[in-house]
């Protein structure tokens, strides 16, 4: 199994990112990483890691997109970035998955510039994992298309279902699309036609219709459709909600449990350790030919182990052959 990672991508980079590799490696005997990225910054990061330096490579790229540079101006000023050099490896298919916590707007227009999508895809889409009451979920898009149309939208019910189906292992998934309300006649004209045609396909049984933003955490259904202007915002605000609710929940526990100071911490490490998404790797880019993960921009080396651990674990899965089958079946077995 191998593994490009973006060397270069990310707040931090590039030392947690190395070490989030050395970690991935020495948790996986299988597992072989190629950092991409400017080979004078990365070698002298695995100097360390000599036990298992044969599985961790080095693919040199010169130049780096920031996080605040424009994805298509980045990509013809800087031909040699890491992104591209992350694709690159991947559509050669000399990896199986690439990961990177880079400027998330390059990811994504890496794999749609060279129209790398799977048979059958209009328009790949970010799925995210969030926890619920009954279980985790997947909500999709969070940022990759912004202006979608309602086939798009069907299609990122069908992916939806079939990660939920074979990766969440939940049997006949439900699936709900965001909208301001429940009733039917909610929404703008897009949530509309996208009912319409939920309602009208073979996942007619396992729509549920419309679902609010108040409905994601308490499990109504396991896939959770929305545009990636709408989602990108709703994973911003649980993530920033779930910071808040922990700071202050933590510090108030704390102080009441004096005489169990030890009890307490226990307590908030196990709460962290199910939600934190250092724990839950990376997010999915749904409907690209290979397996692509993309990481928050401060992910340290814990989340980038993780990440990778993702990445190896769903290109061994076959998720892609089972997004293309049922595709082509127009969802009747997912």
């Known amino acids: 199994m191998r593994v490009a990672l973006d060397a270069m991508g990310g707040d931090y980079a590039p030392v947690p990112i190395v070490q989030g590799a050395v970690l991935a490696?020495?948790?996986?005997?299988?597992?072989?990483?190629?950092?991409?990225?400017?080979?004078?910054?990365?070698?002298p990061l695995l100097a360390s890691a000599q036990a298992v330096r044969e599985r961790l490579e080095i693919c040199h790229a010169s130049q780096v997109i920031g996080m605040d540079e424009s994805p298509a101006l980045a990509f013809r000023k800087k031909p040699d970035n890491s992104i591209s050099r992350c694709w690159q490896l991947l559509q050669q298919r000399k990896v199986n998955a690439i990961v990177g916590a880079g400027h998330t707007g390059a990811m994504v227009a890496g794999g749609f510039m060279?129209?790398?999508?799977?048979?059958?895809?209009?328009?790949?889409?970010?799925?995210?994992l969030m926890p619920t009451q009954q279980g985790l979920s997947v909500l999709l898009d969070v940022g990759a298309n912004v202006h979608p149309k309602p086939e798009h939208l069907y299609q990122y019910g069908v992916m939806g279902a079939i990660f939920a189906k074979h990766i969440l292992q939940r049997d006949k998934p439900k699936i709900g699309l965001l909208n301001i309300g429940s009733e039917e006649d909610k929404g703008n004209e897009l949530a509309k036609e996208t009912q319409d045609l939920f309602r009208s396909s073979p996942l007619k049984d396992q729509f549920i219709g419309n679902v609010e933003g108040r409905d994601i955490h308490r499990g109504v259904c396991e896939v959770i459709v929305t545009e990636g202007f709408v989602g990108n915002v709703v994973l911003k605000v649980c993530e920033g909600l779930f910071e808040f609710i922990m700071k202050v929940v933590g510090k108030e526990l704390l102080s009441t449990l004096?005489?169990?100071?030890?009890?307490?911490?226990?307590?908030?490490?196990n709460i962290l350790k199910r939600y934190d998404y250092d724990e839950l790797g990376g997010a999915p880019l749904l409907g690209v030919d290979g397996i692509c993960i993309i990481?928050?921009?401060s992910s340290k080396e814990r989340a980038?182990?993780?990440?990778?651990?993702?990445?190896?674990?769903y290109a061994r899965?076959?998720?892609?052959?089972?997004?293309?089958?049922?595709?082509?079946?127009?969802?009747?077995?997912?």
């Open 114 to 128: 060279m129209r790398l999508f799977l048979k059958g895809v209009r328009r790949p889409g970010i799925a995210t």
């Open 317 to 334: 899965s076959n998720l892609n052959d089972l997004i293309v089958k049922e595709l082509s079946s127009g969802g009747q077995q997912v």
């Open 25 to 43: 490696v020495q948790a996986d005997p299988e597992l072989h990483v190629v950092l991409v990225g400017d080979q004078a910054q990365v070698e």
């Open 295 to 297: 990481c928050h921009g």
């Open 258 to 269: 004096k005489s169990e100071l030890q009890l307490g911490q226990l307590a908030l490490q």
């Open 304 to 313: 980038i182990a993780s990440a990778i651990a993702v990445a190896a674990k």
